[in-house]
């Protein structure tokens, strides 16, 4: 049948009496069974998609497929045939509206969205139970009748149960069938078994996620699940997934995973990071719990059978705790009292209504003006930007939030949580809500350094879900006494300024404020307390690079924390430590000693994601440090691993990668060197803003990347671009201007402008004298006025700047790698050109005392030099 031939009269025994609308597998008439004496839907395929014999079965697979069921909830099939060389089908007439056309209509109380949509569940549960897959569940593809009855329809997609040969089999028809479709699909796809005259167009809400893709994953891209998205076997537990995309967006308003392409999509499918309700939404919790179930990303997290999660969706605590105390009431007086406060427990429940204006006054639009203008205030080129990421993200962590309170409310209510657990967890949640006031005090005050840091301490707020922890939940009961409770409470709140403060590069006032709250939980005998405070106290010292008095903070936490089963705390105290004392104190092989008991302590507190992340950074740390560059890059991996897994964009996961990059520069491998900086280039734009100084970090890098390849001018635009974004938030002496300014030395110097190189080596050195900085990037700008200095003749000064290198070199222990050794080797000849033997002969043993591997062909020359002039 040709797009322009005119409709039959006859299709098969049916008689033909209206077109009913047309998509992309072909058209669909209202038609005539004159024996039954009744309406059927026909649906004629196009002869376009059966030009071989492997669509031809697929499209009658399709039909037997739908014959075999029979569920009041799938739509029914009633004979497959062939008419004028293409197939059609004779399915039950039903009058009604698709669910999209359904809930677009008008405004419809939850439960009822609920229970129509459920019912379409229980369609897709009868074609599970009969061996069916139906893979493309989507509003488009329910119908609703007149009487409400939702219905499944348009098995187009679906398949049978089988081994892998049949999986393959269905892989390359639907290949096939794809190939075919490609000129045929619309944008607005019609589904033609209603009772509608034509084609519902007037609303073009869904068109542009109703796309064909290429290859076996298909499907609707906006309801696909993840084994789908990737071409993997779709087993019922994949209808599971669509059914829940489904309902979410009935009962929320939007997609849990949202894109104008099938690549956005994909990926947000990728994070499986899924919205919170909405503020205003009035579906319970305990819906959307299910939902996150049937979301999950791995199928074997998902609820077991559509069966179990219906049975999960449609299970009302308030209904049967109706029923229960009903029945009491009718065994006699004495179950009256059980009677009462069951209806009390409801009728609380009902008043379970939390909103917005619980945060009026932490985070409500006065607040979130304050922040902006204070942003604004600062004239940081990125804090406009900044302030809009921000609250971005304080808005997503706002709802939640109050989504938990709700829950916890519902929960008490229910009776599904004790009153003392629902005091802790109200408790809990009452501590988040205090510390996110503190940072929206700190965000409405804000100077440069609260900018810089903004996006990173509100991405660090603390998590909702430990509040839901019943075991963690009471190592952090009250004392008895309430007056010692009311001051706990308080200095809470002071902890959580401190941790701010933290977070926001205000290390000083955080150390004071957390070293205050220490001394007094201590003089309270709060053992909890005090150790939220020597972990504070420690993260803040780690921060001031006092390694010592760091480490002497995060034992205290973790002492404590083992003492008074405060698993969390333990586990944070130990993984930081790890830092500290590789990093901070030079003892790498004692940090990674302590990793297998930092590892069983983040098991214990829950294998907590965003700690295991942290503890695999610290191990790849440790390991560089110590030169495994091999085991570096595998933690480094698990740590990247660990991000992707958690969904959520974070800086850290582009300061990974910008580690990734420097290991790799230091292996010499610059092809992957480079695409680690990438990656943590356009990581910190994402996440940060293209204006924010931490991009200034991979940037140097890919500079560092192009002078080791000898393209010099390549490299100048990479340290222009890293000094200018440090020069925009920082001083004109700031120490980080110290990494750009000696990359401009190196990349100038190799290109031939040597005025341009003196100029930007000479400034690192005031930049570093100002900070009192002693490090190789020190050593390096001595090194390369050194190498200026002898090139334009003038060896005194190249040597006195030689032996300035070498000197840094030793002092900070790098004497023993290539650089130092060079910068002695170096010296010691032109102590040597300038007759000064026991000078030159100090410099070149210096250089024979080197071990490094690297440095052998320096030693190689300092011997034969000393062997030369016999020194």
């Not at 993260?539 to 390694?547: C, E």
């Not at 010296?827 to 690297?854: I, M, P």
Request: glycine share 8%; net charge negative; charged share 25%.
């Amino acid at each position: 049948m040709s797009e322009a031939s005119p409709d039959p009269a006859l299709i098969g025994p049916f008689g033909v009496l209206r077109k009913l609308g047309e998509g992309a597998m072909g058209v669909v008439f209202e038609g005539y069974d004159a024996r039954l004496e009744r309406k059927v839907a026909l649906k004629l395929v196009r002869r376009q998609l059966l030009n071989n014999p492997a669509v031809r079965e697929r499209m009658t697979r399709e039909a037997q497929a739908m014959a075999r069921l029979s569920s009041p909830n799938v739509v029914q099939v009633y004979q497959v045939g062939e008419h004028d060389g293409g197939i059609y089908l004779a399915m039950e007439y039903v009058e009604g509206e698709t669910l999209a056309t359904w809930l677009r209509a008008e405004p419809r109380p939850w439960q009822l969205v609920l229970r129509t949509i459920c019912d379409a569940g229980r369609g897709l549960a009868a074609a599970h139970s009969a061996g069916l897959v139906h893979r493309d569940f989507k509003p488009d593809n329910v119908l609703v009748d007149e009487r409400g009855r939702a219905r499944v329809l348009d098995f187009g997609l679906v398949q049978a149960e089988g081994g892998p040969d049949d999986a393959a089999r269905a892989a390359a028809l639907e290949q096939e069938l794809v190939d075919t479709e490609q000129g045929l699909r619309s944008p607005q796809s019609t589904h033609v078994s209603s009772g509608t005259s034509s084609p519902d167009r007037s609303n073009n809400l869904h068109w542009s996620v109703r796309l064909t893709q290429m290859g076996n994953s298909l499907g609707t891209p906006a309801y696909m699940s993840p084994e789908q998205h990737f071409g993997r076997v779709a087993s019922p537990l994949a209808d599971q997934f669509s059914f829940s995309v489904t309902l979410y967006e009935a009962l929320y308003g939007v997609r849990p995973f949202a894109g104008d392409s099938w690549a956005a999509i994909r990926e947000a499918v990728k994070r499986g990071v899924v919205p919170p309700p909405p503020l205003e939404s009035q579906v319970p919790r305990r819906v959307f719990k299910a939902l996150l179930r049937g979301l999950e990303i791995d199928p074997a997290k998902r609820w077991p059978s559509m069966a179990a999660m219906i049975e999960a969706l449609e299970h009302d605590p308030w209904r049967v705790r109706m029923r229960a105390a009903a029945t009491a009431a009718l065994i006699g007086a004495a179950s009256l009292a059980s009677y009462a406060i069951a209806v009390t427990r409801i009728e609380d429940g009902q008043r379970c209504q939390v909103g917005v204006e619980q945060l009026a006054g932490v985070w409500d639009p006065a607040r979130e003006a304050a922040v902006a203008r204070a942003f604004a205030a600062t004239h940081l080129p990125f804090a406009t930007d900044t302030a809009r990421r921000v609250q971005g993200r304080i808005d997503a962590y706002a709802r939640a939030w109050v989504a938990e309170r709700q829950a916890a409310c519902e929960d008490r209510a229910s009776g599904a949580q004790t009153d003392n657990l629902a005091d802790l967890r109200v408790a809990c949640l009452d501590r988040r809500k205090a510390h996110l006031s503190a940072l929206v005090d700190v965000f409405a005050a804000a100077n440069n350094a609260v900018v810089e840091n903004a996006v990173q301490a509100a991405a660090a707020l603390p998590s909702l879900a430990t509040c839901a922890d019943a075991s963690g939940l009471l190592s952090f009961a009250l004392p008895a006494d309430p007056a010692v409770a009311e001051r706990v409470t308080a200095l809470r709140a002071d902890l959580a300024r401190a941790d701010v403060f933290d977070r926001t590069g205000r290390y000083e006032e955080g150390l004071a404020l957390a070293r205050r709250t220490r001394d007094e939980a201590a003089g309270l005998g709060y053992a909890p307390l005090d150790a939220e405070a020597a972990l504070v106290e420690g993260r803040v010292l780690m921060n001031l690079v006092r390694g010592e008095e760091a480490e002497a903070a995060l034992q205290r936490a973790t002492r404590l924390g083992i003492r008074h089963d405060l698993h969390a705390t333990a586990a944070e105290a130990a993984t930081v430590r790890m830092f500290v004392v590789g990093n901070h104190l030079g003892r790498p092989l004692e940090a990674l000693a302590t990793a297998p008991f930092a590892e069983s302590l983040i098991e214990r507190a829950g294998d907590d994601a965003v700690l295991r992340v942290l503890f695999h950074n610290n191990v790849g740390t440790n390991q560089q440090i110590r030169g495994d560059l091999a085991a570096a890059r595998g933690a480094y991996e698990r740590a990247l691993a660990g991000l992707r897994q958690r969904g959520e964009r974070e800086p850290f996961e582009a300061i990974v990668h910008n580690n990734l990059g420097l290991m790799y520069l230091e292996q010499g491998r610059l092809d992957a060197a480079r695409a680690h900086f990438v990656s943590s280039s356009e990581l910190f734009v994402a996440i940060l803003g293209e204006h924010h100084p931490l991009l200034a970090h991979p940037i140097h890098g890919l500079g560092d990347v192009d002078v080791r390849r000898g393209r010099h001018l390549e490299a100048i635009p990479h340290y222009l671009r890293s000094l200018a974004l440090m020069e925009a938030t920082y001083d004109a002496e700031h120490r980080y201007l110290l990494y750009p300014l000696v990359g401009l030395g190196h990349a100038y110097a190799g290109a031939g402008r040597r005025e341009a190189a003196h100029h930007h080596y000479a400034r690192a050195l005031r930049v570093a004298e100002a900070n009192g900085v002693r490090d190789n990037f020190l050593a390096e700008a001595h090194a390369g006025l050194g190498e200026l200095a002898a090139a334009a003749g003038s060896p005194a000064k190249a040597r006195q700047s030689y032996e300035q290198a070498a000197a840094v070199y030793a002092e900070i222990g790098a004497g023993d790698s290539e650089p130092g050794a060079r910068a002695a080797l170096r010296a010691g000849e032109l102590a040597a050109a300038q007759g000064e033997r026991a000078a030159a002969t100090r410099w070149f043993e210096q250089v024979l005392a080197t071990k490094s591997e690297a440095a052998a062909p320096l030693r190689a020359q300092a011997s034969a030099l000393l062997q030369r002039d016999g020194t």
